[in-house]
């Protein structure tokens, strides 16, 4: 969760295959990403995306690594 992330302080978050299915429909997921990409850019942790399947997945603008 968040709190985690605020008081770990991680190197790598993974976002769960479930905020990447169907992103591109859902503007709660998609939105959600762009915040956690956004907030893994701005404090150097490396973002892991599980589970991209579809182009309209692949969120392109942020440096994040696909599984």
Do not use: M
């Not at 770990?8 to 993974?14: E, G, I």
């Not at 905020?19 to 490396?46: Q, Y």
């Amino acid at each position: 969760g968040l709190k985690q992330w605020a008081e770990l302080r991680p190197d790598v978050v993974k976002i769960d295959k479930y905020f990447i299915n169907d992103c591109h429909e859902n503007i709660i997921k998609r939105e959600l990403l762009r915040t956690l990409f956004e907030l893994g850019r701005s404090t150097g942790v490396d973002i892991i995306a599980e589970g991209i399947e579809k182009h309209e997945e692949y969120f392109g603008n942020y440096q994040v690594i696909y599984l």
